[in-house]
């Protein structure tokens, strides 16, 4: 499986962008999909995710201004984002998990996001 994101750039405070993740391969083999963070200096976090159900899951910080989706084949992975604030700003990976409970075995090489105040 191969995920190759889009859609990162420059926005200012309270700004909106869509991140795209385009999936490739055995797509059949992924149930979970995912986006997580990466600011200069902090560890990886986990930002959303949707299961093969539909179910989402948010991080606190990110809960409702950010909307996760898919297309039902599972090729694309969508990260909509509003109010976006200078915190914000960090690296974004898509990922993807063979099982529900997500622990992903790909990954994508980022797209970066930076908010200006």
């Known amino acids: 499986v191969q995920l190759v994101e889009s859609g990162g750039g420059l926005v200012q405070a309270g700004g909106s962008l869509r991140l795209s993740c385009a999936a490739s391969?055995?797509?059949?083999?992924?149930?979970?999909m995912g986006w997580y963070s990466q600011a200069p200096g902090k560890e990886r976090e986990l930002v959303a995710t949707?299961?093969?159900?539909?179910?989402?899951y948010y991080a606190d910080s990110v809960e409702g201004r950010f909307t996760i989706s898919r297309e039902n084949d599972k090729s694309t992975l969508y990260l909509q984002m509003n109010s976006l604030k200078p915190e914000d700003t960090a690296m974004y990976y898509c990922?993807?998990?063979?099982?529900?409970?997500?622990?992903?075995?790909?990954w994508g090489q980022g797209t970066q996001v930076t908010v200006s105040s």
């Open positions: 990922a993807a998990s063979r099982s529900d409970y997500f622990h992903p075995q790909y």
């Open positions: 949707i299961i093969s159900n539909g179910v989402t």
């Open positions: 391969g055995s797509l059949f083999s992924i149930n979970a």
